[in-house]
């Protein structure tokens, strides 16, 4: 089909990016996409501004993923859903070592990556679009931010040792966590298989009762450093996320 790529111009969020943060941010939302088109904030990362911050949301009613960025001045718009695609490619042209530059227009998106390249995109339009401020502080109050603490170096075991249980199933398997005076009791079971861990928390986690998939939480090990867990949630951030 006939495309006209547009000429650069002033947009409505010009930012010239360190790569390392801002593909970062777009990178650690990625895990929350979907492809289920009847819901289209699913179908990319949300960008929402907030002063001279710039807030980064997406979920896929099962995850829910937040990132931020400083912005050098304030910026004035709406919100962005940028397709999943798009921020993929975006971080296949991204050159680490040289900042590129990431431009938002009204209904579409330009990032100018290395050796020349140009990658344009239409915004999603999302008719109802999701709450994420109110949702985010439903799950995860500003209050919780000072009782997260380091995730323990066992909880790579855990997980490993959950997700091999849970992977004999055809069906969903959740682990189930327990967590009293700081202990945590982790207990998964399918068929005629069950696994029990214990690992003790840092001093800022309360004692909760709750149940999650273990092949979600696996996926982001690793790239966080600190978890909390509560009775909505099981929340692993790090300090710049």
């Known amino acids: 089909f006939n495309f006209d790529m547009p000429e650069p111009k002033e947009p409505l969020l010009p930012v010239k990016t360190d790569p390392s943060k801002f593909m970062k941010a777009i990178e650690t939302c990625l ?27 997406a979920t896929n009613f099962t995850t829910l993923s937040h990132a931020f960025i400083a912005l050098p001045r304030e910026v004035k718009f709406g919100r962005a859903i940028i397709p999943s695609g798009f921020c993929r ?12 530059t ?17 990658l344009f995109g239409k915004l999603v339009d999302s008719p109802k679009p999701v709450k994420y401020l109110h949702v985010f502080e439903d799950f995860h109050p500003e209050a919780d931010a000072k009782k997260l603490g380091a995730i323990p170096t066992k909880m ?18 959740m682990m189930e966590i327990e967590v009293s005076n700081r202990k945590a009791k982790f207990s998964t079971q399918a068929q005629k298989t069950e696994i029990f861990d214990t ?3 840092d001093k800022g986690q309360p004692d909760v009762k709750l149940r999650v998939d273990p ?13 909390l867990l509560t009775k909505k949630a099981f929340i692993m951030a790090t300090d710049s996320e």
């Open 156 to 173: 790579e075991l855990i997980l490993e040792r959950a997700c091999v249980v849970a992977a004999t199933s055809v069906t969903p398997i």
């Open 199 to 201: 690992v003790e928390l």
């Open 89 to 100: 490619e975006m971080i296949v042209l991204a050159d680490k070592k040289v900042g590129q």
């Open 31 to 57: 895990r929350s996409t979907s492809i289920d088109t009847s819901v289209p904030d699913q179908l990319g990362v949300t960008l929402l501004p907030d002063g001279k911050d710039l807030l980064f949301f």
């Open 215 to 227: 092949k979600l939480v696996k996926a982001g090990y690793g790239t966080f450093t600190k978890m």
């Open 102 to 118: 990431f431009e938002l227009a009204k209904d579409y998106a330009l990032f100018q990556g290395k050796d020349g390249s140009t």
